[in-house]
């Protein structure tokens, strides 16, 4: 089907409801099975649940864009959050299935399937932790323009957030701008929890090198170790490192051996996180939610102080900006 072969000159148009007086379903399932932190559904709840002409003058303007484009971050922040919980228990139902020797000779249930879902539930699950960030940095980008460096309006990553966390703050001046109070809590609240002392240091970039080496060359590049804790159970740990290729250790019988042999106990303390995979997705899920979390509150804090400032005209240019158009219209090849 080709746009000219459908019907353009309609009369009227059927919606969702534009004006709302309560949460929408999927917000409140959302809310009530803790997908999502109570202070991002407050930010949702706080913009009388995002109803059309319901923008503050901060964000209202006349064609409406910033505070629908608040909406649509919020959004994307509950599904990303939605997805991640759904693919973390897909990953750890396939996990249950995935075949060891153990459980052949038990005569428990394996599927020859179960690897390849696994691995295809973890690259979606640290997609969707990643695009919860992102979504946001933007909402950051948008009560704060400018202020923090590199994050721009409709661009907006979290790494330049985590970037921002990494280096203290500048001593405020003599003037400051009404938004500088939040920044310096949101600098604060959210320095010790990006930048976490060990165990859990640089959870983060290791999450994002995950994330970005699945999305860029698929969940196939991730190299599984098997390890059997004393019952004899197999449990799967990943490497903390790109690449990660353990043949380099390895030698054919009768070869001459890998060149400076590491004890295998060594080897695996060095190389590889110390909880199995699920223990890591369900800790990194729960870290990814404090971060959110504790962010969400500050924008919330935010949001009802500063709502009534005038019109953020420069996260308006700074979109205009970011925008994007294609000249593509359709393939020749497919038919209508």
């Not at 999502?36 to 930010?43: D, G, N, Q």
């Not at 249930?109 to 699950?125: C, G």
Request: charged share 20%; glycine share 6%.
């Amino acid at each position: 089907m080709r746009l000219e072969n459908c019907n353009l000159d309609v009369k009227y148009v059927v919606s969702a409801p534009l004006q709302r007086s309560e949460p929408e379903p999927i917000w409140m399932k959302a809310r009530q099975g803790c997908l999502v932190p109570e202070a991002v559904f407050a930010l949702y709840a706080c913009a009388n649940y995002l109803s059309f002409g319901s923008a503050p003058p901060l964000l209202r303007d006349d064609a409406n864009v910033l505070f629908s484009y608040y909406g649509m971050l919020l959004n994307s922040l509950r599904e990303s959050l939605t997805d991640a919980d759904r693919q973390l228990r897909l990953l750890v139902d396939a996990q249950t299935l995935i075949y060891d020797p153990l459980k052949k000779k038990r005569g428990q249930p394996w599927d020859p399937s179960a690897a390849e879902r696994a691995r295809w539930h973890f690259k979606n699950f640290l997609i969707a932790l990643e695009s919860s960030l992102d979504a946001f940095a933007d909402l950051v980008a948008l009560f704060f323009t400018g202020m923090v460096p590199g994050l721009r309006v409709a661009r907006a990553r979290f790494v330049k957030i985590d970037s921002w966390l990494s280096k203290p703050l500048p001593k405020s001046g003599i003037l400051v701008a009404p938004q500088e109070h939040f920044l310096r809590n949101l600098h604060g609240s959210l320095g010790t929890l990006v930048h976490a002392p060990d165990p859990e240091r640089e959870w983060l970039p290791l999450m994002r090198l995950y994330r970005n080496k699945a999305a860029h060359l698929n969940d196939a590049v991730f190299r599984y170790v098997g390890l059997q804790d004393k019952a004899g159970d197999v449990h799967i740990f990943l490497p903390r490192q790109w690449p990660y290729i353990p043949e380099r250790f390895m030698a054919l019988p009768g070869s001459k051996t890998a060149t400076n042999p590491i004890p295998f106990p060594d080897l695996c303390r060095a190389t590889l996180m110390h909880q199995d995979i699920i223990t890591y997705a369900r800790g990194l899920r729960e870290k990814v939610l404090e971060v959110l979390g504790t962010g969400a509150s500050v924008l919330l804090a935010a949001y009802d102080q500063l709502k009534d400032l005038p019109f953020n005209g420069a996260a308006l240019a700074e979109m205009e900006k970011s925008t994007e158009a294609y000249s593509f219209q359709y393939f020749r090849t497919t038919g209508q």
